[in-house]
């Protein structure tokens, strides 16, 4: 079955960096685009950034640009979200998902799986 | 960036009510809306997706309507695990953004 499980999150200080994984399984990696989502404590879910199938376009919010980096290892089928100057307002949860592709090949960009996500804590 | 807003904020009913969840986009997205479900401590699950297509292994007490700006989420006889918080979520354009969700509890 389609499996993503995040990892690398944790408690770093404000300035400091983390580089996420989500290893998927159970799907063609190298086909699918996908996406960072995430969730501070209480709040709604918050879109952070999209790569392409094959790594060779990228979207991200507005508020991680030029500090947040999404990338993909196709052979290992693993994405990665690296994380520099965090903030404290970078404190969420963060999720992995999948887009959907139709029958008929159709990219449909909405968050088809999820993973469980992994926790980043942003303190001193 | 499409702003997406949804009310009612909480919608309290009982179970086998019918709830109905209300989503409307700052501009027309076409019908390249989400529908998710969240219950606490888990990630989110995609129930619809295209406005009204039902995802796989979704109930089909759950279904979605609309296109544009409006859409719906309408749940036809609400079950006890379905009390959760939905979100919306367009597509249509970068950056994809989300509805700030509805609670639906007793």
């Known amino acids: 079955q389609v499996q993503l499980v995040e990892s690398g999150g944790g408690v770093v200080q404000p300035g400091g960096s983390l580089r996420l994984s989500c290893e998927v399984s159970g799907f063609s990696f190298s086909r699918y685009g996908m996406h960072w989502v995430r969730q501070a404590p209480g709040k709604g879910l918050e879109w952070v950034a999209f790569?392409?199938?094959?790594?060779?376009?990228?979207y991200y919010t507005d508020s991680v640009k030029g500090r947040f980096t999404i990338a993909r290892d196709n052979s290992k089928n693993t994405l990665f979200l690296q994380m520099n100057s965090l903030r404290p307002e970078d404190t969420a949860v963060y999720y992995c998902?999948?887009?959907?592709?139709?029958?008929?090949?159709?990219?449909?960009?909405?968050?088809?799986?999820w993973g469980q996500g992994t926790t980043v804590t942003v303190s001193s | 960036e499409i702003v997406m807003t949804q009310s009612p904020a909480t919608l309290s009913v009982s179970p086998g009510e019918r709830g109905t969840l209300s989503c409307r986009a700052s501009q027309s997205v076409s019908s390249n809306l989400a529908w998710y479900q969240q219950k606490p401590g888990q990630a989110p699950r995609l129930l619809i997706y295209g406005a009204s297509t039902r995802a796989t292994g979704i109930p089909d007490r759950f279904s979605g309507s609309g296109s544009g700006t409006e859409f719906t989420l309408t749940i036809s006889s609400l079950q006890s695990e379905d009390f959760a918080v939905y979100y919306c979520?367009?597509?249509?354009?970068?950056?994809?953004?989300f509805g700030p969700g509805t609670k639906v509890d007793f």
């Open positions: 998902a999948k887009v959907f592709i139709s029958i008929f090949g159709v990219v449909h960009y909405h968050m088809d799986v």
């Open positions: 790569i392409r199938y094959d790594g060779s376009d990228e």
């Open positions: 979520q367009q597509y249509n354009n970068w950056p994809v953004t």
